[in-house]
């Protein structure tokens, strides 16, 4: 009786560790490419990941980068972020046209900015 119990407990335990591989979908029309994704997906992505992680040659190569890797090539937090986002938005059939969002403008004025902005007084 004690033996099964402990069988459950260790087959519990290595249960919750399996990690399943990531999913990797079927390019779809002109996004056939890690470069056309970056492209697609827009805020420069191009620009930024290119460099840092140049080794992606192939379409399987862009969908098995984790996190951590975009973070060892200094790729910054809104970037990686945005990127896994986009990439979990095409894995499950969205259109980066659809889902793409262009990154938020400097902001013109430090803190709570002045009590006149543009002209105008600003209560």
């Known amino acids: 009786m004690r033996g099964s119990s402990i069988l459950r407990q260790v087959l519990a335990e290595s249960s919750s560790r399996i990690v399943q591989p990531p999913r990797i979908p079927v390019p779809k029309g002109d996004i056939n ?20 992680l140049s080794g992606w040659q192939e379409w399987e190569d ?6 951590e890797v975009l973070k060892d090539a200094g790729v ?6 945005y990127f896994l986002w986009c990439l979990e938005k095409f894995r499950a059939g969205g259109d980066p046209s659809e889902f793409s969002i262009p990154a938020k403008p400097k ?9 006149v902005q543009h002209g105008k007084r600003i209560r």
Do not use: C, E, Q
């Not at 994704?37 to 992505?45: Q, T, Y």
């Not at 862009?62 to 996190?67: A, D, E, L, S």
């Open 33 to 52: 490419t890690p470069a056309a994704f970056l492209n697609a997906i827009g805020r420069d992505s191009a620009k930024k990941l290119s460099g840092p």
């Open 76 to 81: 910054g937090v809104k970037d990686r972020r």
């Open 62 to 67: 862009m969908w098995k980068t984790n996190g």
């Open 107 to 115: 902001k013109k004025f430090r803190g709570w900015g002045p009590k």
